[in-house]
């Protein structure tokens, strides 16, 4: 069965870096799509960046666009969130998600399988 795994969260300051990491085990689609979403308290789950395979393009959100940076290793199974310049705003839970589609979206509806997420807080 397909799962999805998130680290690399944690406790930072504003200004600071992060990188998120998402293991993909069990799996055999071709073309797919793995996007990372995040949800603060009370707020909606926002999508914020994905990456499409096998073409590796990608898609963010305008909120984080400049600042983080998505990324895989295939031979991994490892999509990446790269995280700079991060500001207050941007403390939430962040899941990872895949869609069996190439084709990129952040609406979280269409996609299929989730992790459970991990914790980014950036406070002083």
């Known amino acids: 069965q397909l799962q999805l795994a998130e680290s690399g969260g944690g406790l930072v300051q504003p200004g600071g870096s992060l990188r998120l990491s998402c293991a993909a085990s069990a799996f055999r689609f071709h073309y797919y799509t793995i996007g990372w979403f995040r949800q603060a308290p009370g707020k909606e789950r926002e999508g914020v960046s994905c990456?499409?395979?096998?073409?590796?393009?990608?898609y963010y959100a305008d909120s984080v666009k400049g600042r983080f940076t998505i990324s895989r290793d295939g031979a991994k199974n490892t999509v990446y969130l790269q995280m700079n310049s991060l500001k207050p705003e941007d403390t939430a839970v962040y899941y990872c998600a895949l869609r069996g589609s190439r084709f990129k979206t952040l609406r979280s509806k269409e996609y299929d399988y989730w992790g459970q997420g991990t914790q980014v807080t950036v406070s002083s």
């Open positions: 990456i499409s395979s096998p073409d590796g393009s990608t």
